[in-house]
């Protein structure tokens, strides 16, 4: 079983910045890409950026040249770093994990909590 513990939510003002960090906690696996959601009520999730364990990136045409994700592979931490935030960008962002288990080689999908993102003045 993995965990993902997210933090960085909060309130911002319009042109402002937040990060969003998610850490994997757990033992037996070995993580794969991840990647950052973002969820608006009433609607499905949606891809916000994701990166592979080698580090490439992909962004939704809608955050590139404004947020930027990155990942530190010792622990498999994921940050979403998002600037010049908009009020657009206020929904509930959700980490998620692929990770394969090294016992099997089986794969499994794992989500966080979710953290709220608020972009109001």
């Known amino acids: 079983q993995v965990q993902l513990v997210e933090s960085g939510g909060g309130l911002v003002q319009p042109g402002g910045s937040l990060t969003l960090s998610c850490v994997p906690s757990g033992s037996g696996f070995v993580i794969g890409p991840m990647g950052w959601y973002r969820q608006y009520p009433g609607k499905q999730r949606e891809l916000v950026a994701d990166i592979t364990s080698g580090g490439i990136a992909n962004y939704a045409d809608s955050v590139k040249g404004r947020f930027t994700i990155s990942r530190v592979n010792v622990r498999s931490t994921v940050y979403l770093q998002m600037n010049s935030l908009e009020p657009e960008d206020t929904a509930v962002y959700y980490c998620?994990?692929?990770?394969?288990?090294?016992?099997?080689?089986?794969?499994?999908?794992?989500w966080g909590q979710g953290t709220q993102v608020t972009v109001s003045s």
């Open positions: 998620k994990a692929e990770a394969r288990r090294v016992l099997d080689r089986s794969s499994y999908v794992y």
